[in-house]
């Protein structure tokens, strides 16, 4: 096995891993021509299922990942990417990681964890 099947999937699911702390940063899509722009650049690009086309994480941020290590399961159906996040912030709602949000056990009520890095509002304005 080479790298991901993607004749089994068009899209297969990657976490993106912050490589120095191990910080899971968020869970994305990759097709075939993502995966091998993420190779070729070194730049992560994912494909965006709402959008339906290719997502250069950062290209409206400028908060990009740069590919540090990657990895793929034991069915070669998953990817773990291991990045640089550089800019701070993975979420498009301005936080380090997409997942912020804590279910507390005990009580069942949602916490936010941390802060955000950027203000949406003025990173993604219509125009």
Same mark, same amino acid.
């Given at each position: =096995?080479? +790298?991901?099947?993607? !004749? ?15 910080? @899971?940063? =968020?869970?994305? #899509?990759?097709? &075939? !021509?993502? #995966? ?6 070194? &730049? %992560? ?7 339906? *086309?290719?997502?250069?994480? +950062?290209?409206?941020?400028?908060? %990009?990942?740069?590919? *540090?290590?990657?990895? $793929? ?9 291991? @990045?640089?996040?550089?800019? +701070? ?5 301005? #936080? &380090?990681?997409? $997942? $912020?949000? &804590? ?5 069942? !009520? %949602?916490? %936010?964890?941390?802060?955000? @890095?950027?203000?949406?509002?003025? @990173? #993604? *304005?219509? +125009?």
């Amino acid at each position: =096995m080479n +790298g991901p099947d993607f !004749e089994k999937h068009d899209l297969i699911p990657v976490i993106a891993q912050d490589h120095q702390t191990g910080d @899971v940063l =968020m869970l994305a #899509y990759m097709n &075939r !021509e993502a #995966y091998e722009e993420t190779l070729r650049t070194g &730049r %992560v690009c994912y494909w965006s299922r709402s959008r339906r *086309k290719l997502w250069r994480k +950062g290209e409206q941020s400028g908060h %990009v990942q740069e590919l *540090k290590r990657l990895f $793929f399961d034991c069915d070669a159906d998953t990817l773990l990417v291991q @990045v640089d996040q550089i800019g +701070g912030a993975a979420c498009h709602e301005g #936080y &380090r990681s997409c $997942f $912020f949000r &804590r279910i507390d056990l005990e009580t069942g !009520e %949602v916490c %936010v964890q941390g802060a955000r @890095v950027f203000d949406p509002a003025n @990173v #993604y *304005k219509e +125009g």
